[in-house]
């Protein structure tokens, strides 16, 4: 039992994403994950359906009128129904749009994280960089999050998203390099010298992008689209699939916008440190996973001109994880 607290005390990492949260724990020195899918549905409520959903161990909780519906149980009711889920998040943050996001995000962050078993346990959270535009409530929700973790116990500190991705992916080269995780809300992007992040910046056009402007053109369920994205789609050109077309179309202009931003950024830095060797840059998230992804975004990065010399381009071989992996260490440091 001793040795089960003491293992529990440990800090943890936590990748608070707009389509799925994911804690990360290292437990007898390995890494253990947990996700949950950042979604949920409602119902109308009747003490039929919420003792039938108290039977089946849905996660759920009654609001007012309405059972909410939260987690990956959501997708599940979702499909039945044949319904879009609902999003707590949108571009990285809590959504302004939905009433129930703060509430829901609140239930999926404690059901992940639990109570801590030892006072002062460490949590790093991840949140999105400024956009172009601003901090575009950067600070409310990292404010919000901070906030949920600190009720329950825990000793919360934030940590940039594209950060935490070289954390978890460049120990080996003494954490200097780009780490970009591309999201549903937003590709998230840092260049870091030595664990010290020198230009970080989110671009809007993401996972959710692709999903909403294919959906536009097909007439099909955004998340539907989703599914299938992440089960079946692979980037290897048009063929006679509307699907498998629109999601490629968007995929192209997603992959363009992101490396011109990289370029954009990079090239406008006025105090850019001067590296003697080439460095890594490492890909991940949900996004960048279809088959194909890499080899695109490596041919629009040789077209660009970039201003770095890099020394490789790869995607994460834990891409689903690695921003929860790179908070975790980040709190073991």
């Known amino acids: 039992m001793e040795k089960a607290e003491q293992n529990c ?37 009747t003490k039929l359906a919420e003792s039938l959903l108290q039977r089946e161990s849905v996660f759920h909780e009654v609001q007012g009128s309405e059972i909410v519906v939260a987690g990956n149980d959501a997708q599940k009711f979702a499909e039945v129904f044949h319904v879009e889920t609902r999003r707590p998040m949108r571009s990285g943050v809590l959504n302004p749009q939905e009433p ?34 601003g901090e575009g409530g950067v600070a409310y929700h990292e404010a919000s999050i901070r906030q949920i973790l600190g009720e329950l116990g825990y000793q919360a500190t934030p940590i940039e998203e594209g950060l935490a991705v070289v954390f978890g992916e460049l120990g ?92 954009t950024h990079i090239s406008a830095a006025q105090r850019l440190p001067k590296l003697d060797q080439a460095i ?7 996004t960048a996973m279809p088959r194909g992804f890499l080899e695109m975004f490596g041919r629009v990065l040789r077209t660009s001109d970039f201003p770095l010399r890099l020394s490789e381009v790869r995607m994460s071989a834990d891409a689903l994880n690695s921003t929860a992996r790179g908070a975790l260490m980040a709190a073991l440091c």
């Open 280 to 286: 890594p840059l490492v890909l991940s998230g949900g």
């Open 100 to 133: 129930h996001s703060l509430a829901v995000v609140r239930r999926i962050i404690t059901k992940l994280v639990g109570k801590p078993t030892a006072e002062g346990q460490k949590v790093f959270f991840s949140v999105p960089s400024a956009g172009r535009d």
């Open 172 to 263: 080996g080269c003494n954490y200097t390099g780009i780490g970009i995780s591309c999201g549903s809300g937003l590709c998230n992007v840092c260049l870091a010298v030595l664990s010290v992040p020198v230009i970080s910046f989110s671009v809007p056009k993401a996972g959710d992008y692709i999903d909403a402007k294919a959906a536009e053109v097909t007439g099909e369920l955004a998340t539907l689209l989703r599914v299938q994205k992440e089960q079946s789609f692979f980037l290897t050109g048009l063929n006679g699939d509307r699907f498998q077309n629109a999601l490629t179309v968007y995929y192209e202009e997603m992959i363009a916008n992101l490396v011109d931003a990289l370029r």
């Open 9 to 45: 005390a440990q800090p943890i990492g936590l990748d608070v994403g707009t389509s799925r949260m994911v804690v990360a724990r290292n437990t007898e020195r390995k890494y253990q994950y947990e996700a949950e899918l950042n979604a949920f549905v409602t119902l109308p409520h």
